[in-house]
């Protein structure tokens, strides 16, 4: 059990994680409503639920990724969060079953993104990068046709969104997260779909002129413009954030107007002498302690002798 813990690959536990926590969440937010007041919950209260509790788990899942990947993914949530309150609210291109985005999207976003990327960065599809980019090409090229020839509601906006996915796959820097986004976003949309959660109209709300499948067969290649803004713009943005951070730490300097320039000492020559004099010891006393006279004994345990002169000179009466 311990060496096929360590073979395990973590990259798939993540999408393992994402995949399953999509399908529970889906599945709770499409329970009835008169189940839910029979349990004395209501639909704010639901959504308040879902959607805090999933930006928990993006946060936790952020915490084992790197910097970069951290702002790729807030990235992706805030450009996703954008499109879905304009094409679904505001234009109704597609509308959810509460008539609003539910608070649990915008950080789905993000968890998407993660397993696309860590879809992409698994061992076994590293090891085949190839097969898994052409089965994209191929299963999603074959769904693209079925939807503008074979379905009963024709699928023009798929088609073009996966003329969009090839392109990402042949000119973008990161295939493989591509290869990732079509297979989550692929689940995501069946799914979300099938159980109504949200429904696309049959039409573009804006031309009225583009057929839309339900749900777009190119679903993926719409994701891809958020990949792909996403990882044009993170280290930009992480660059700038950090050089702002060492802005704001930058210790404060007073201002000096000189450049600091290394001189040399001016050599020494002849010069005025200093004009300070020293004063003798003798001349200060600080305490009892210090030197006395011959005749003062207070203070003093031993007399100093008298003094006298140590040569005689005859003094001359004038």
Known sequence: MRSLGRRADPELLVVGVVVGWI???LVADAVPLSVLSGLGVGELARQLVLGVATWAMLGYLLSRESALVRVQTLLVVVFASIIEYTFSPLLEAYVYRIGTVPMFV?????????????????????????FFVWATVLVGGAWAVHGLFLAERQDVLGA???LCLLGFLVWGRAQLLYVGAFVVVTYLELLGTELNTWVWQET??????????????????GYGWFDLYATLL?????QGWVGWVCWVRMPIVSAWRRPLVATAEPPNGPS?????VNTPPASTTIGTSAAMSYNSSSGSQAMSTAPSASN???????
């Open 312 to 318: 005689m000179y005859d003094q001359k009466s004038p």
């Open 106 to 130: 915008p950080p789905g976003h993000g968890m998407v993104y993660l397993a696309a990327l860590a879809l992409g960065r698994s061992r076994v599809v590293r090891a085949h990068p190839a």
């Open 272 to 276: 005025l002498p200093s004009s300070e």
């Open 234 to 238: 993170a280290p930009k943005v992480l």
């Open 23 to 25: 399908g529970f969440f």
């Open 204 to 221: 573009d709300p804006v031309l009225g002129v583009i057929s839309q499948g339900n749900p777009p067969s190119g679903a993926a290649g």
């Open 160 to 162: 073009f969104w996966y």
